[in-house]
């Protein structure tokens, strides 16, 4: 598994925005007190933190496939002041884990980015004890809408579909989740749909650096470069579309997500 994203700046700013109210509200019905819970693709930990707090006395384990994230997730819970997460390196597609050790196992925007995503569930499945709930969220790109639509932010999403799918990953994930679990074997699926809304200036103005910023400084825009697909220059003018965009009084972006809450 490679991230297309890896954990520039740009990247992580987004991620560490993420809690479980704007994030895994549709999961917030199935925690309580006493529950273990496997957080797939911790990132940062924000949302794991949440998590945490949710199911104490119950315990959190958080896994990422990246070791020096885990570092600022640590860093995170630390600073929440919670005991009762521990953290692991771990490959979604082969979780070191026995069978039935969660009542919960969940993953935000996760699956979009593996390679095998129904492999993945089948793992996640196994490590839930029955009854529990296998609960995903993942955005769909091909609902992002947004508006004004300055020229270069017409370009930067059939670029990113390419340099996604490049390495095996799938920008419209949230769409497909329901029928990943179903190959995957799950008979009781829930499904819902959320979305993300930036408009105000701050909100635009963070957005533009998060997305635009990653499109011309993360490894986003390195395998770009490096696959052929663009050159600087061509990222430069897609940074530029972004920031014209966040400049309008009438700015306003919409991410949908698919979500899905699947019994064990």
């Known amino acids: 598994m ?90 979604v597609h082969a979780l070191d884990f026995p069978d039935d050790a969660f009542d919960v196992v969940h993953a935000h925007q996760v699956l ?56 095996g990953g799938e920008p419209d994930a949230g769409r497909r989740l329901v029928s990943w679990a179903r190959a995957a074997g799950f008979t009781d699926v829930t499904a819902s ?5 930036y408009s105000t200036p701050e909100e635009r103005e963070w957005w533009s650096e998060s997305w635009g910023g990653r499109m011309l400084r993360s490894s986003v825009a390195d395998r770009a470069v490096a696959g052929g697909h663009a050159t600087r220059e061509d990222l430069r003018r897609v940074y530029a579309g972004w920031k014209e965009w966040a400049a309008a009084d009438d700015g306003w972006y919409a991410v949908v997500h698919g979500e899905i809450l699947c019994r064990a």
Request: charged share 20%; aromatic share 6%.
């Open 112 to 167: 979009q980015h593996v390679p095998d995503p129904v492999r993945a569930l089948r793992e996640m499945r196994r490590v839930c004890r029955p009854g529990g709930v296998v609960a995903a969220r993942d955005a769909d790109f091909g609902g992002m809408v947004w508006h004004p639509s300055p020229p270069g932010m017409d370009d930067w999403l059939p670029l990113y579909y390419t340099v996604a799918r490049e390495v």
């Open 193 to 197: 749909a959320s979305a993300w809304c």
């Open 2 to 91: 490679s991230y297309v994203h890896g954990h520039h700046e740009t990247v992580l700013s987004s991620h560490q925005w993420r809690t479980v109210e704007n994030s895994a509200a549709y999961l917030v019905g199935r925690l309580r007190p006493g529950l273990a819970v496997l957080d797939v693709g911790c990132g940062p930990g924000t949302i794991t933190a949440g998590l945490a707090e949710r199911v104490a006395p119950g315990t959190v384990t958080a896994v990422d496939a990246a070791a020096d994230v885990l570092d600022q997730a640590r860093r995170t819970i630390a600073d929440r002041g919670l005991a009762n997460v521990a953290f692991a390196v771990a490959d």
